[in-house]
């Protein structure tokens, strides 16, 4: 493999023996299976609840029309089992449920996020923060004044996350907790159904490509000791630009220091 010549062997064997996690198998989280099996990763948990439609195939990487109606985790495992015959994939065709996932992310090493919806995100870093996690999350975005780019963010060692960074829209957390009586109200006051304002706008594969491939060269700089990861970088592809953001002075965090490790057992 030519990119033993970048990590050494170790590097390798430090990527190759890594669990981990991906929730969300659409856009974004395909094409990080796919270049986390090109780097030799080879144990693999998939989380993702949809199934292939006709509009998600200018995106998804590996889906063919015949996969339509299809699992998006069976799809993404059919990916890696080309690349990695014999990798090791567990297979969870269901949405992310911390009453169910909760024990088996604690098994990661690695955890990626690549959702839409920043309730689930909030999910994971509950989760990722109670099992001591390096959690990298991804977001892609194409705005109706013509903006296009992501950002990926990199928590661990209870540095940061998404909620010290204020990255986590607090109505959208704020309207989850909410019954449809009180979501009734909520859209009342706004003029709209406010579900509507949430729903994701147009995806393109290249963008999602570059999110992801940021995303993923991050996470081999940190198995394999080459640099610090960046904690936060951003991919304006209107501009174009690749930039970084030095993390702010951070006050008090629930997730980052009540919670870092509560889930792991003392040594």
């Not at 390798?12 to 989280?29: E, F, P, Y």
């Not at 109606?69 to 990916?79: I, M, N, P, T, Y």
């Not at 994971?124 to 705005?143: C, E, F, M, N, Q």
Request: contains cysteine; negative net charge.
């Amino acid at each position: 493999m030519r990119h033993l010549g970048l990590f050494g062997a170790e590097g390798q064997s430090r990527i190759s023996k890594a669990s981990v996690t991906i929730v969300g198998l659409g856009g974004l989280g395909v094409h990080v299976v796919q270049q986390l099996s090109y780097l030799g990763v080879r144990n693999f948990l998939l989380i993702d609840g949809d199934e292939v439609a006709a509009s998600n195939l200018n995106r998804l990487v590996g889906a063919v029309e015949a996969d339509e109606g299809e699992s998006k985790v069976l799809v993404a495992a059919r990916q890696i089992e080309a690349i990695q015959p014999g990798a090791t994939v567990v297979q969870e065709p269901r949405q992310f449920d911390p009453d169910i996932h909760d024990d088996l992310l604690g098994k990661a090493d690695v955890l990626f996020g690549c959702l839409d919806e920043d309730p689930v995100r909030l999910q994971l870093v509950r989760a990722a923060s109670g099992w001591a996690l390096s959690y990298i999350d991804l977001a892609s975005d194409v705005t109706a004044d013509g903006e296009f780019g992501g950002r990926i963010v990199f928590a661990k060692d209870g540095e940061r996350c998404l909620s010290c960074l204020g990255e986590l829209d607090q109505h959208a957390l704020a309207r989850a907790q909410m019954d449809e009586t009180r979501r009734a109200a909520d859209d009342a006051i706004y003029g709209v159904d406010r579900d509507l304002l949430s729903e994701t706008g147009p995806s393109v594969v290249s963008v999602n490509g570059v999110v992801a491939s940021l995303a993923v060269t991050e996470f081999f700089v940190y198995l394999t000791g080459l640099r610090e990861p960046r904690g936060y970088i951003t991919y304006r592809g209107d501009l174009p630009t690749v930039g970084s953001r030095i993390d702010p002075e951070r006050g008090y965090c629930h997730y980052c220091m009540d919670l870092w490790g509560s889930r792991r057992s003392p040594e």
